[in-house]
T-cell receptor, first 114, second 118 residues
Framework: AQSVSQHNHHVILSEAASLELGCNYS??????LFWYVQYPGQHLQLLLK??????LVKGIKGFEAEFIKSKFSFNLRKPSVQWSDTAEYFC????????????FGTGTRLLVSP | DTAVSQTPKYLVTQMGNDKSIKCEQN?????MYWYKQDSKKFLKIMFS???????INETVPNRFSPKSPDKAHLNLHINSLELGDSAVYFC?????????????????FGPGTRLTVT
């Protein structure tokens, strides 16, 4: 069964610091990859996704992620975080073969101090 | 316009009761989902329906019974509630279509229903 690992459970940064959140998955076939964000008390929103093509994906709010197939990774990056980026970040993976479930990582809680 | 809506937003009830959570989407999607988010924020899929047909059932106790009266609605009924059922339940929908290769379709999530069983 596929699984998703997010190695950083809690990250604390100061504003303007750079961010990189790790995500690794375990599935050898073709996958679709997603990063979702959950702001405090809110529902999940899509930050970005990888389906095919350019492995460097740009999303909303200045976020980007790079798919490295050989490393089974899809790390999320932002060059300069803001206080408003404080949220829970979830990586998710879905097999690209027919109808498949979306498997989430355990999430990374990001706290940005002003 | 709310794309995926859930009611109620908060639900506090006692052990042993039966309760329902409703979900509606106005995105015209064919597929809907229920997820459970536990106290550690871990999200796990419970059910998925495509065109009113159950296609994913993830080892959820049979006290949980989803019902899809039409493509735009997916309700979750829970019998004999237990303390461990306390969680936030999210409904979601997507354009995903059974039988086709995944198009990388994102899932749109509702605001969640915080269920507290006392």
């Amino acid at each position: 069964a596929q699984s998703v690992s997010q190695h950083n459970h809690h990250v604390i940064l100061s504003e303007a610091a750079s961010l990189e959140l790790g995500c690794n998955y375990s599935y050898g076939g073709t996958v679709n990859l997603f990063w979702y964000v959950q702001y405090p008390g809110q529902h999940l929103q899509l930050l970005l996704k990888y389906f095919s093509g350019d492995p460097l994906v740009k999303g909303i709010k200045g976020f980007e992620a790079e798919f490295i197939k050989s490393k089974f990774s899809f790390n999320l990056r932002k060059p300069s975080v803001q206080w408003s980026d404080t949220a829970e970040y979830f990586c998710a993976v879905k097999k690209n073969t027919g109808f498949q479930k979306l498997v989430f990582g355990t999430g990374t809680r990001l706290l940005v101090s002003p | 316009d709310t794309a995926v809506s859930q009611t109620p937003k908060y639900l506090v009830t006692q052990m042993g009761n039966d309760k329902s959570i409703k979900c509606e989407q106005n995105l015209g999607h064919d597929t809907m989902y229920w997820y459970k988010q536990d106290s550690k924020k871990f999200l796990k899929i419970m059910f998925s329906y495509n065109n009113k047909e159950l296609i994913i059932n993830e080892t959820v106790p049979n006290r949980f019974s989803p019902k899809s009266p039409d493509k735009a609605h997916l309700n979750l009924h829970i019998n004999s509630l237990e303390l461990g059922d306390s969680a936030v339940y999210f409904c979601a929908s997507s354009q995903e279509d059974r039988g086709l290769s995944s198009g990388g379709y994102e899932q749109y999530f509702g605001p969640g229903t915080r269920l507290t069983v006392t």
